[in-house]
């Protein structure tokens, strides 16, 4: 025993038991064996925070989802890449919409997910992977926070070469954001120093997921302002051509290919 989590797919365990939570397909977790478990989604954070929240909401349907999310889904247009497609929830109601959507996603038992749940066109791997396949898209989707995964000043460029890379002309990027700034928590101000001294964007977070007794690599995750957002586009091919911040600190960033 080492007291280190074994490496695996956290985010595939963890929905392919909220899954069977929410639908009685496959075992349940059970608590001693009997009485049902929740399902927790637990992130640490590199300065020893830990956060838990109920993994349920990844499968929700359009009824439940916060407003931006249909904001979101409403500026679809054309063939669509669900980045991060999680548990589907998103390009479920663009299937039925009658949009031509692919969720890709890094973890095998979230798209084991979304295949039972019937989503169609699924793809494994990453983004940057997913450029030699020869697929071309209109719209790309970063949702359920997913503009996180632009990680940092390093990152970022390449994740949105990737991208124009996979773009057809006019394509358009919609991702949601949070600004972490409007906090006054020191747990988190501090944090936001710390990683500043260290060069690093404020709310560049560094985190790994735990599910029972797995756990992820240490990645980092951006959380990001509006004008963070700005700087770390210049110099690519996309515009930051609208920020709908209706319901900050949350935000739905649209970008679109320049030229
Ligand atoms: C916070 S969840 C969001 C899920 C979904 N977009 C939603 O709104 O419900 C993040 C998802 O991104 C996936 N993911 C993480 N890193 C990724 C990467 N580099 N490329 C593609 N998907 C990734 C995770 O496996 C997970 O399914």
């Given at each position: 025993?080492?007291?280190?989590?074994?490496?695996g797919?956290?985010?595939?365990?963890?929905l392919?038991?909220?899954?069977?939570?929410?639908?009685?397909?496959?075992?349940?977790?059970?608590?001693?064996?009997r009485?049902?478990?929740?399902?927790?989604?637990i992130?640490?954070?590199?300065?020893g925070?830990?956060?838990?929240?109920?993994?349920?909401?990844?499968?929700?349907?359009?009824?439940?989802?916060?407003?931006?999310?249909?904001?979101?889904v409403?500026?679809?247009?054309?063939?669509?890449?669900?980045?991060?497609?999680?548990?589907?929830?998103?390009?479920?109601?663009?299937?039925?919409?009658?949009?031509?959507?692919?969720?890709?996603?890094?973890?095998?038992?979230?798209?084991?997910?979304?295949?039972?749940?019937?989503?169609?066109?699924?793809?494994?791997?990453?983004?940057?992977?997913?450029?030699?396949?020869?697929?071309?898209?209109?719209?790309?989707?970063?949702?359920?926070?997913?503009?996180?995964?632009?990680?940092?000043?390093?990152?970022?460029?390449?994740?949105?070469?990737?991208?124009?890379?996979?773009?057809?002309?006019?394509?358009?990027?919609?991702?949601?954001?949070?600004?972490?700034?409007?906090?006054?928590?020191?747990?988190?101000?501090?944090?936001?120093?710390?990683?500043?001294?260290?060069?690093?964007?404020?709310?560049?977070?560094?985190?790994?997921?735990?599910?029972?007794?797995?756990?992820?690599?240490?990645?980092?995750?951006?959380?990001?302002?509006?004008?963070?957002?700005?700087?770390?586009i210049?110099?690519?091919?996309?515009?930051?051509?609208?920020?709908?911040?209706?319901?900050?600190?949350?935000?739905?960033?649209?970008?679109?290919?320049?030229?």
């Open positions: 025993m080492t007291g280190q989590p074994q490496i797919d956290v985010f595939g365990e963890m392919r038991d909220a899954f069977a939570v929410a639908t009685g397909v496959g075992p349940r977790p059970l608590a001693g064996g009485l049902p478990r929740p399902v927790i989604e992130i640490e954070r590199d300065d925070l830990v956060n838990g929240a109920p993994a349920a909401h990844y499968l929700d349907g359009p009824a439940d989802w916060q407003p931006y999310d249909h904001r979101a409403d500026r679809v247009r054309g063939a669509t890449l669900d980045v991060g497609v999680g548990a589907g929830r998103i390009a479920l109601l663009l299937q039925d919409r009658g949009v031509p959507v692919t969720g890709l996603d890094t973890s095998a038992g979230a798209l084991a997910v979304c295949h039972r749940r019937g989503v169609r066109d699924l793809v494994h791997g990453t983004v940057d992977g997913h450029v030699a396949d020869g697929r071309r898209y209109d719209t790309f989707l970063l949702l359920g926070n997913n503009l996180g995964l632009l990680e940092g000043r390093e990152r970022a460029p390449a994740l949105l070469a990737a991208l124009a890379a996979l773009a057809r002309p006019g394509a358009q990027i919609i991702a949601h954001g949070t600004d972490p700034y409007g906090t006054r928590d020191p747990v988190h101000t501090g944090y936001h120093e710390r990683n500043r001294r260290q060069g690093r964007l404020g709310g560049q977070l560094r985190l790994r997921l735990r599910y029972r007794d797995l756990g992820t690599e240490w990645f980092d995750y951006l959380v990001c302002s509006p004008d963070e957002l700005a700087g770390l210049r110099g690519t091919a996309w515009r930051l051509t609208d920020v709908d911040d209706r319901d900050a600190p949350y935000y739905l960033a649209t970008l679109r290919l320049a030229g």
